[in-house]
């Protein structure tokens, strides 16, 4: 298999990254939204990306510039895919929403395409069926910020054909990620399962006004000597998937713990435009957060 032609479907903070980084490593990338408003913003997002893909490993304005130019915009699905080799997918971690998007997408995706979801939680056996082509679907996880953070898991269900495996491990290689393969489905794959938890833990302590998020993630940060706080991981992840994954554990569990940092997510950050590094402002304000100024950790 011999991937040239990409369509990454949802334009957000992670989706904006995947279609660039596959972009500037010299394929044809089409870039699915569910509106024009949506894409519009996924090219101010793409661009915003320039300064870190210029500091962080080196890439030249030139450079940068000619992998905007092979991105390619689309708000309806049928001409964002009608070309596609691989369809990756990065839209909201809503079961209902992924089930739906994969419905419509099997009808209007040519025989060839592969599926690839970039679900950080979900298991790709939980949306095979609707696929209508479990043999050529996968997952493909990014982490964020994948320029410098270029881990790319790709993880099987059972029904899985070997050759989609090794095309998508390939094709990771080739848009410069280090490949993890998965021998078998695990939720949270193997960084969320590792990360996550953590995450948990340190909403938890918030929302039980323990202490607040610059102690939480001074805490880590001295303790560790990692480079930020699981608050400003949140911020890069993005507040709207933070909410997502939260809501979906009140839903499930009804523990009153979880509609309480539902709600806190939802009121105080989301509400208020507050959504993350995206929209400069979330536990932190950007682009001088507290946490990286000098005397933070004293």
Known sequence: MNFKK????????LGSQIAFQTALKGFDVSVYDITDEALAKAKELIHSLQPYYEKDIGTTAEEFEAGFRRLSFYSNLGEAVKDADLVIEAIPEVVSIK?????ELGKV????????TNSSTLLPSQFAEATERPEQFIALHFANEIWKNNTAEV????????????????????????PLPLKKEQPGYILNSLLVPLLDAAEMLLVKEV?????IDKTWMIA???PMGPFAILDVVG?????????????????????KLAD???????????????TGEGFYTYPDPEFAKPGFLK
């Open 6 to 13: 990409i369509t990454v479907a949802g334009s957000g903070v």
């Open 99 to 103: 089930t739906s998007f994969y419905e």
């Open 109 to 116: 995706a040519p025989d060839k395409t592969i599926f690839a």
């Open 155 to 178: 993880m099987r269900h059972p029904g899985t054909g070997q050759a989609v495996f090794d095309a998508v491990i390939q094709f990771a290689r080739e848009i410069g990620m280090v």
């Open 211 to 215: 202490a607040d998020v610059q102690t």
């Open 224 to 226: 560790t000597g990692a």
């Open 239 to 259: 507040i709207t998937t933070a909410y997502n994954i939260v809501k979906m554990k009140a839903d499930a569990t009804g523990q009153e713990e979880f509609k």
């Open 264 to 278: 806190l997510l939802k009121n105080e950050y989301i509400d208020k435009g507050k959504l993350g590094r995206e």
